[in-house]
């Protein structure tokens, strides 16, 4: 599995996360076809060298006129700016990029990561203003520079073709900045909020500067799979993204580390200490949310489109909520790499607001599908091995088994117990054996 990892020791923004990735090998050429998909137009992209406390970056910069929307010069509604009503125009314009968003020729995964980054400033800020979050808020998506810094680093992720993102826990800063709402403390209400959601580690330093923009939280927040120490990895590209100014005694740089994945990391859950590997171990993911105001005849469609999109078991349990009302707890396990599409098709099918997400560990059995002969013909089985290759269970496949009841007129307990019995002599593998001889050999002494 090919990782990056972020270290955020001086902060994160959008051009910093671009700058990483450039400096790591992206093709800024590569990029700016990948962004015309967008269909966007009225902006640059500027990449330059620059030295932070005498360490060399990269730093980029997105760059379009204060007004830019479409590729064709035209506001949101196919007309020019609307001068007369700024906040109103400046709503248009973000309602306008995600419709671009959803209708561009961006990959699936690139698309609703973008998306889901753009939600999370939306939902933020409305919440910080006590506003309702269908009502578009005009400031952090009011022009085309947040759009290409959200877009271009999750595109910029794919085309270096990596399949998970993890980082460091995130320097936010200190002090108190300027905004167009005033001085605000650090981090600022939409960072924190961006932050509190996806449960982001953070801490803050003596530096009077905001070092994580809403912009770099929201995309963090989009991408990224696990916070913490960095994994076991094979380091194959470094790439340090500059900052526009430096920050303090920390060189303002955010570092990508690329590589393969060697092992996945145990997280510290209940007192769970990491532990040796087993070969019959491997990390899940589990996705949960509570459901209390969903139509029940849904869930079989939602639990058929999870299994059809990586889930490896999905379930539901009864619980009693607030206000003493009913609802289920549906659980979903998955591959890791498979949680970003899991958990967009849950807010999609689903009415929860949000989503529990821990990686636990998950001991399997070994098992194949074989055939058994019974007087009937053949029936499958699936034969489960122990890591060792011990036989532990043996369970005939029902479907089989029920043909043959219903076309022999049997009951069908008499044909699975027959199926089970026709496999019985193949149980005795040689593991088995050997165990039994010493079983003897033992009581013989």
């Known amino acids: 599995m090919r990782i990056a990892y972020f270290d955020c020791f001086a902060g994160v923004s959008g051009d910093m996360i671009l700058g990483a990735l450039l400096d790591a090998g992206l093709s800024v050429d590569t990029l700016r076809e990948e962004l015309g998909k967008?269909?966007?137009?009225?902006?640059?992209?500027?990449?330059?060298?620059?030295?932070?406390?005498?360490?060399?970056?990269?730093?980029?910069?997105?760059?379009s006129p204060p007004r830019a929307t479409l590729t064709n010069g035209h506001g949101p509604n196919g007309h020019g700016p609307d001068e007369t009503n700024h906040t109103t125009d400046q709503a248009s314009v973000a309602s306008s990029f995600i419709e671009t968003i959803k209708n561009s020729a961006l990959s699936d995964d690139v698309r609703q990561k973008t998306l889901a980054a753009i939600h999370l400033l939306v939902e933020a800020e409305s919440y910080v203003q006590g506003n309702d979050p269908s009502s578009i808020p005009p400031h952090e998506l009011s022009s085309v520079d947040t759009l290409i810094e959200i877009?271009?680093?999750?595109?910029?992720l794919s085309l270096l073709g990596i399949d998970r993102v993890e980082c460091s826990p995130l320097n936010v800063g200190g002090g108190f900045v300027k905004t167009e709402d005033g001085t605000l403390p650090v981090p600022t209400p939409v960072t924190a909020e961006i932050l509190r959601t996806v449960s982001a580690p953070v801490y803050g330093t003596s530096v009077?500067?905001?070092?994580v923009t809403p912009a770099g939280a929201a995309i963090i927040a989009a991408i990224v799979t696990a916070f913490g120490?960095?994994?076991?990895?094979?380091?194959?590209?470094?790439?340090?993204?500059?900052g526009k100014s430096e920050v303090g005694a920390n060189p303002s740089l955010l570092r990508v580390t690329i590589g393969d994945l060697l092992a996945q990391p145990a997280p510290v859950t209940g007192g769970m200490q990491e532990r040796p590997h087993r070969p019959d171990e491997e990390w899940v993911a589990l996705l949960e949310a509570n459901l209390d105001?969903?139509?029940?005849?849904?869930?079989?469609?939602?639990?058929?489109?999870?299994?059809?999109?990586?889930?490896?078991?999905?379930?539901?349990?009864?619980?009693?909520?607030?206000?003493?009302r009913p609802?289920?707890?549906?659980?979903?396990?998955?591959?890791?790499?498979?949680?970003?599409?899991?958990?967009?098709i849950i807010f999609e099918e689903t009415s929860t607001l949000g989503l529990r997400i821990s990686e636990i560990p998950r001991r399997i059995l070994k098992w194949e599908e074989m055939q058994a002969q019974t007087p009937w013909g053949l029936i499958k089985v699936q034969v489960a091995r122990s890591a060792e290759g011990k036989v532990l269970h043996v369970k005939p496949e029902f479907d089989d088994v029920k043909k043959v009841a219903l076309e022999m007129n049997l009951p069908?307990?008499?044909?699975?117990?027959?199926?089970?019995?026709?496999?019985?002599?193949?149980?005795?593998?040689?593991?088995q054996q050997v165990g039994r001889f010493r079983e003897r050999i033992a009581k013989k002494l």
């Open 229 to 242: 120490p960095m994994p076991q990895m094979k380091i194959q590209k470094l790439g340090y993204g500059a």
């Open 412 to 431: 069908i307990d008499h044909v699975y117990e027959e199926a089970r019995r026709a496999w019985g002599p193949h149980m005795l593998d040689g593991h």
């Open 327 to 344: 609802g289920v707890v549906l659980s979903v396990l998955c591959k890791p790499e498979h949680v970003d599409t899991l958990a967009s």
């Open 293 to 324: 105001d969903m139509n029940p005849r849904y869930y079989d469609f939602l639990m058929d489109r999870l299994a059809g999109h990586g889930a490896l078991d999905v379930f539901l349990a009864p619980v009693q909520m607030r206000e003493n």
């Open 208 to 211: 009077n500067k905001e070092l």
């Open 38 to 63: 967008l269909s966007l137009g009225g902006y640059t992209i500027e990449v330059q060298k620059a030295i932070r406390q005498e360490f060399a970056g990269t730093h980029a910069s997105v760059h």
């Open 151 to 156: 877009a271009g680093a999750v595109a910029g």
